[in-house]
């Protein structure tokens, strides 16, 4: 079977998720600055939406062959 569209996907994937935990990480910065969430609740969604991130870009590749397994 061939994989480019494997890695093709994933790595659009993986860019979506990238894009959307810089926004997670944009809205915290703003919210911290208007000291409307404290700085521990800062690092812990912080750290927290990182962690998310890269267990999801990690386990896509997974998901995604198994889905073209069981379409082809």
Do not use: C, D
């Not at 962690?51 to 990690?58: C, K, L």
Request: no cysteine; glycine share 4%; charged share 15%.
């Amino acid at each position: 079977m061939e994989l480019e569209p494997l890695y093709l996907m994933s790595l659009f994937s993986a860019i979506i998720i990238v894009m959307t935990v810089h926004s997670i990480i944009k809205v915290l910065n703003i919210a911290l600055k208007r000291k409307e969430i404290s700085r521990r609740k800062y690092w812990l969604w912080f750290a927290s939406s990182i962690g998310i991130g890269v267990v999801t870009a990690s386990l896509l590749p997974f998901g995604y062959h198994k889905i073209i397994e069981m379409i082809l």
